[in-house]
């Protein structure tokens, strides 16, 4: 098995076809990228969805038992085929379809119980699932017993020949060869905050086991987007203080207090201490490195 890290080619990881499919449709390159598409949201698989909440393009789990499984023949090409399986809740049936797919007629015994996820479609007025991922319940298994013990499906953002179950399978082989995820957050920024290490939080928010666990992986993630993006604007200032810049210091009856002058508004405290934050930076002699935020309406 080949050892990667995140600066690894996708195509040395994960086959050269996988992995032309994956930079064309989002642009990956490397193991680190393609770990960095993260699930857009989770499906609960003890709680799966009910048969009389389906919705067209809705990604669901549900667990049934196939009643029906018909292969039928296209009239105008015999050599062509749809497998067909109806399932049923107890109360509800819902129809699953197969295109020139052997092994379905062969897999599927009726009676079975069945775990089915996939995009909720419609044909002739009814639900319709195209092509769902299947996983049979043997007898005396629960429903968290799929998935190697996991209950949680993650559902990621497809494209038009990815799906959500094929990004989800790119990302597990990944995680089977890698052996160290990069920190970029320090011990004593992360720890206080109780936020994971990289590396478990890249498996709670790709491979979690419930709510908590990748709530606190996104907790942790959008707290390293931000610190990383300040930890640039500090470079930033760093490096500009060493340049040189020309000294614009406050002056009496200036353009500043003839524009505060004309407004219709009296300047708020906060305003009246940014204003003077900016007179400060502009009477240096080295270029200014600010960044005005507030909220839509507060005067900025």
């Known amino acids: 098995m080949v050892a990667v890290d995140f600066d690894t080619r996708l195509g040395r990881a994960l086959g050269e076809s996988s992995a032309k499919q994956l930079e064309k449709a989002f642009g990956y390159r490397t193991v680190g990228e393609m770990l960095g598409h993260f699930p857009r949201r ?4 003890a709680h799966p969805e009910s048969f009389d909440q389906l919705e067209q393009g809705q990604l669901v789990a549900l667990v049934a038992t196939a009643t029906k499984v018909e292969k039928r023949s296209f009239a105008h090409d ?13 109360e509800r049936e819902l129809d699953a379809v197969f295109f020139n797919q052997h092994w379905v007629h ?6 079975s119980q069945q775990l089915i996820s996939g995009e909720v479609g419609s044909y002739n007025g009814r639900p319709q699932l195209t092509h769902p991922r299947m996983n049979e319940l043997p007898e005396g298994q629960t429903l968290a017993d799929t998935r190697m013990g996991r209950a949680v499906l993650p559902i990621y953002a497809a494209a038009k020949k990815l799906t959500t ?10 995680f089977l060869l890698l052996d160290e995820f990069p920190e970029s957050l320090p011990d004593d920024v ?23 666990e990748w709530t ?3 907790a942790r993630f959008r707290f390293q987007e931000a610190f990383e993006l300040q930890a640039v604007f500090a470079r930033r200032r760093q490096e500009l203080s060493q340049h ?21 508004f009296s300047l708020t405290g906060g305003q009246e201490r940014v204003l003077a934050e900016i007179s400060t930076d502009l009477a240096r002699q080295h270029p200014m490195h600010r960044m005005l935020q507030g909220d839509v309406g507060s005067g900025k």
């Open 106 to 111: 062969r897999a599927v015994a009726i009676g």
């Open 42 to 45: 989770y499906i609960d698989l």
């Open 78 to 90: 015999p050599r062509k085929f749809r497998t067909h399986v109806t399932f049923s809740d107890g």
């Open 190 to 212: 992360r720890e206080p905050r109780a936020l994971p290490g990289a590396a478990e939080a890249y498996r709670m928010i790709h491979r979690p086991d419930n709510s908590s």
């Open 165 to 174: 179950w094929e990004i989800e399978d790119a990302i597990s082989h990944l």
């Open 216 to 218: 606190s992986a996104q």
């Open 244 to 264: 040189d810049a020309v000294s614009f210091p406050p002056v009496s009856h200036g353009v500043r207090e003839a524009f505060v002058e004309r407004l219709p």
